[in-house]
Structure formats: C-alpha cells, structure tokens
C-alpha cells in the first residue's frame, strides 16, 4: 500500500470520527426540537413576558441585590442555547436596573429600568446567582464602571460570540464579588475577549479557549467541561451531574441559591 492511500485513509477516519462527535453533539438540541420542548417556530410578538417572581419586590426589600438569570433562547434557538442577563437594585432603590446584549440594537449593550425576573419571549427564567447587602453594593459600583467599557458593544455574533452570553460572562469574571456557574448550553460564555485563557467565571478555576470553539474549563463549581465548536460537555461532580449541549445539565439538583450577605 502506498503511503498515499495510507495518508487518505487516516484523513478519511479522521474526519468520520469528527463527523460522528459532531453528531452526537446535537443529539440534545435534536432531542428538545423532535420532542417539541422548543417551539421552534415561535411568534415574539405574541410570546409571554410574565413575571415569574424571582426577584424580590423592591418595595418591601430595602437591601442591595445582583441577580444572574439564563432562559432559553427564542424559538429554533432555545435548542441550543440560553440568554443570560444581569439585575442590580441599589440599597433602597425603588426599581431594579437590567443590564444585556441584545442582537437587534447598536450598540448591543442594553442598560434600563425594568423587571427582571420576566419570562424571555415565551421561556421561563432561572436565577443562576444572586449577592444581598453589602457583597451586592461593591458589586453594583463595579458593574456599573464595567459595562460602559465592554469591548464588543459594537458587535453580536449567534456562534460562537461575542453574544449575552460573552457579555454577561465578561463582567462576571470582573466582579470579584459575583461567582456564576454557567450552564453548558449558554453558548458564547466560552468566547474570552483578553486572550486564550481566563478565570472561570464561578472564580473557582480557569478555563483555555480558542476563540469559542475550542477548549476546556476546570473549576470546582462547574467541574470539567469541554468546549468543541461552541458546544459545551463535560461532568459536575459536586452535586454529581452531566453537562450537555442543547440540554444543560443533567443529573442532581442544585442547592437553593441563599444570596451573600
């Protein structure tokens, strides 16, 4: 056999063993569209934006509050993805303020007095992080210097970012304060603006990124998660669970989030 053939040959498993992970890869955002827990088609105009009640009422909680949200993203890509933005309410405000990138506005960051803890056009929230009192008032100082400052304001990418995902990320890692253990379907968190490597933004580890695509967290909060072509997999150990693209994590649930105080 000549060394052509034996050179194709390897090239040739090589790019069936890819395809075959590529595969298996989307076998939870397939696995979400094919048993309809997406609504892939989806009207925004007619998707619901009800209050889930989240986030404390203002009026009877004098204290300072961060809040980290994640909800699907709207329509075909809830199967892929979360949306994640950020909440503050300085000490004794009267409303929160609402801090995220959106893909339809330029500059992308939106900052505005509103709801927080509202449904994202049809997908329920979920609070991945939370800071009361003093923890929350270093924290609001810090993010309100930082977000004037994000480097990609001017740009929004689906896959693999900059996105909200690489917004919110982006200001976590900053915020001393703030520790959030993304899930693994929030696709863009894994795109690093200062290089190929990074904190984890739960502050626990760090993480090796090729430009979204390509790389590796390892944390005690999020465990081990590899990143391939923006997908993120890997194992949660404390409590015990499986990371997985489209799906997010699989396995034991997590404690209730208390808030720092």
């Given at each position: 056999?000549?060394?052509?053939i034996?050179?194709?040959?390897?090239?040739?498993?090589?790019?069936?063993?890819?395809?075959?992970?590529?595969?298996?890869?989307?076998?939870?955002?397939?696995?979400?569209?094919?048993?309809?827990?997406?609504?892939?088609?989806?009207?925004?105009?007619?998707?619901?934006?009800?209050?889930?009640?989240?986030?404390?009422?203002?009026?009877?909680?004098?204290?300072?509050?961060?809040?980290?949200?994640?909800?699907?993203?709207?329509?075909?890509?809830?199967?892929?993805?979360?949306?994640?933005?950020?909440?503050?309410?300085?000490?004794?405000?009267?409303?929160?303020?609402?801090?995220?990138?959106?893909?339809?506005?330029?500059?992308?960051?939106?900052?505005?007095?509103?709801?927080?803890d509202?449904?994202?056009?049809?997908?329920?929230p979920?609070?991945?992080?939370?800071?009361?009192?003093?923890?929350?008032?270093?924290?609001?100082?810090?993010?309100?210097?930082?977000?004037?400052?994000?480097?990609?304001?001017?740009?929004?990418?689906?896959?693999?970012?900059?996105?909200?995902?690489?917004?919110?990320?982006?200001?976590?890692r900053?915020v001393?304060?703030?520790?959030?253990?993304?899930?693994?379907?929030?696709?863009?968190?894994?795109?690093?603006?200062?290089?190929?490597?990074?904190?984890?933004?739960?502050?626990?580890?760090?993480q090796?990124?090729?430009?979204?695509?390509?790389?590796?967290?390892?944390?005690?909060?999020?465990?081990?998660?590899?990143?391939?072509?923006?997908?993120?997999?890997?194992?949660?150990?404390?409590?015990?669970?499986?990371?997985?693209?489209?799906?997010?994590?699989l396995?034991?649930?997590?404690?209730?989030?208390?808030?720092?105080?």
């Amino acid at each position: 056999m000549s060394s052509a053939i034996r050179s194709l040959r390897v090239v040739l498993k090589l790019l069936c063993g890819g395809l075959l992970l590529l595969l298996c890869l989307l076998l939870g955002p397939a696995w979400l569209l094919l048993s309809q827990q997406v609504d892939w088609r989806g009207d925004w105009q007619r998707a619901s934006r009800s209050v889930s009640g989240l986030a404390p009422d203002p009026a009877t909680t004098p204290t300072a509050l961060v809040q980290v949200y994640a909800a699907r993203a709207f329509a075909w890509r809830g199967a892929f993805g979360v949306h994640t933005w950020i909440a503050t309410k300085a000490e004794n405000a009267a409303h929160y303020r609402v801090y995220q990138v959106v893909s339809w506005r330029r500059p992308t960051v939106e900052v505005a007095v509103a709801q927080p803890d509202r449904a994202w056009y049809g997908n329920p929230p979920e609070l991945l992080a939370q800071l009361r009192g003093a923890p929350a008032v270093r924290a609001i100082t810090t993010i309100e210097q930082l977000v004037p400052t994000y480097p990609e304001a001017g740009r929004y990418r689906i896959w693999p970012g900059p996105n909200s995902n690489t917004f919110v990320a982006w200001v976590v890692r900053r915020v001393p304060e703030l520790t959030v253990d993304f899930p693994a379907n929030a696709i863009g968190k894994d795109y690093l603006l200062d290089g190929i490597l990074a904190r984890a933004p739960s502050h626990t580890g760090y993480q090796l990124s090729l430009g979204g695509l390509l790389g590796v967290t390892a944390a005690r909060e999020e465990g081990i998660e590899f990143n391939l072509l923006g997908l993120g997999v890997g194992v949660d150990l404390d409590p015990p669970a499986l990371r997985l693209p489209g799906i997010g994590r699989l396995g034991m649930a997590q404690p209730p989030l208390r808030g720092e105080e």
